[in-house]
């Protein structure tokens, strides 16, 4: 594997994933993201997503708690 050229690639797609952009009203939003209609899948991609970055940023982890966010109580 190439993992200058991996590196690369996720430091490009990282790029376009945290463009913020603002509406006429001022709000701001990413236009560009994943999702997914299974909430915990869309958490783990999540997730996956942020422990990536940090190994091409080394920025520290931010993890969405799985139980938390879906634990009403």
């Known amino acids: ?3 200058d050229r991996t590196k690369e690639l996720l430091t490009n797609m990282f790029a376009i994933l945290d463009i913020v952009e603002t509406t006429d009203e001022g709000r ?3 236009p560009t993201h994943f999702s997914s209609c299974r909430v915990l899948d869309g958490q783990k991609l999540n997730n996956i997503l ?4 940090q190994l091409i940023t080394e920025e520290p982890l931010i993890y969405v708690d799985e139980k938390s966010s879906t634990d009403n109580t």
């Open 28 to 30: 701001e939003f990413r």
């Open 50 to 53: 942020i422990e990536l970055k």
């Open 1 to 3: 594997m190439n993992i």
